[in-house]
């Protein structure tokens, strides 16, 4: 298996499948065909088919894919086999929603720490999980072993953050903040942006878009 | 200028040149290369050309791309010269941080009302917008003109949910629950879904194949 050959579009698939056999697997069921699962996705077999073969072996002719096999293995091929120590900056409501976020517990990625400027909230708990001043940051991050970052702060204070960072060897940041920080940082960190106001644009084109070909049909 | 044949993917890209865009204009930048545009953006001068190319004759050789032009332009093709009323459903953290984006409304986002089943904060209000009982939702939707539903429910309560607002006319969810809304809805519903752990899975993956490259570096 060799994972630097699989192409961007079929690692961006990857979690969609993770969670359908996931879903699989709480449903009880252990063994799925291409055809069956290419029902459920809305996705074609064969696009299946071959997005699954990147990983070699999984299926097998008239039985079908091992459920629980196949999530295992691209859990691996995710890095959810493993815990991965995450901290939180700015408790504000974002921040405090991605905290009590269960879900991400159960993948393995598990919340040690949030941090705020706001003296108000300091030692305030969220399920369990301290809200620590932002001063406490550097320190806090040499005697933990914290692999991700999420940032839930304004734009003008993301990238100050960022490289506080990565000064102190956090590699993975998982950016909120409305600007696109791995351009801002080293090479060797790892950035994924979510850009929420972008994700409400491609809705309200598409939205734009559909109201236009409808008016075109009843001019019709 | 024919929307339709505009790719999926230059659609994608099409948030991204509205923020640098508006960027610049808040530089008080009038015209810009798309060389210079590139050294930004980290995209290639010719890529920019080909995106922009599709909507016809916003560059000028020699000249460069007038900023404004070219943001209003986009703006108009994502439908943000307009305003949408939005209302959010699930008035628990996340959908008090979306509530409190301001930047949604300078884009054209209005958010009109939260709904929650919680009967502790009906009438509480966010950045002056009012949170209402879930079962008031049918009587607010004929009363208002809503364009946009933002669900932020758990799984189990959005599908059901996503139904009441469809029958009553809302034709555009912004889903933040765990599932694939759009597989469930009418084909005239667009949806946009924001599934928040593939995200993190995908900052895991990009996290876990570098510590395997830097692993390989250093057994050589």
Request: avoid cysteine; hydrophobic fraction near 40%.
């Amino acid at each position: 298996m060799d994972e630097k050959l699989i192409s961007k579009a079929v690692i961006r698939r990857l979690p969609r499948y993770y969670r359908y056999l996931g879903e699989l697997l709480d449903d009880g069921v252990e063994r799925i065909s291409s055809g069956e699962l290419s029902k459920r996705m809305k996705v074609t077999a064969s696009q299946i088919r071959q997005d699954l073969n990147n990983f070699g072996g999984f299926g097998q002719q008239g039985y079908g894919y091992n459920v629980r096999y196949l999530y295992n293995e691209i859990g691996k091929i995710l890095g959810l086999n493993r815990t991965h120590d995450m901290i939180i900056i700015g408790a504000g409501n974002l921040g405090q929603a991605l905290a009590n976020y269960r879900s991400f517990d159960s993948s393995g990625f598990k919340t040690v720490a949030l941090f705020d400027v706001n003296p108000d909230i300091k030692g305030k708990k969220i399920r369990g999980i301290e809200i620590h001043m932002i001063d406490e940051l550097p320190e806090f991050i040499k005697d933990n072993h914290v692999e991700i970052a999420a940032l839930t702060l304004p734009k003008s204070e993301a990238v100050h953050v960022a490289e506080i960072l990565v000064e102190n060897g956090v590699r993975a940041i998982w950016n909120f903040a409305h600007t696109d920080l791995n351009l801002l940082l080293p090479e060797d960190v790892v950035v994924e942006n979510v850009h929420l106001s972008e994700s409400l644009m491609r809705l309200s084109y598409n939205l734009t878009t559909k109201e236009i070909e409808n008016s075109e049909k009843d001019d019709k």
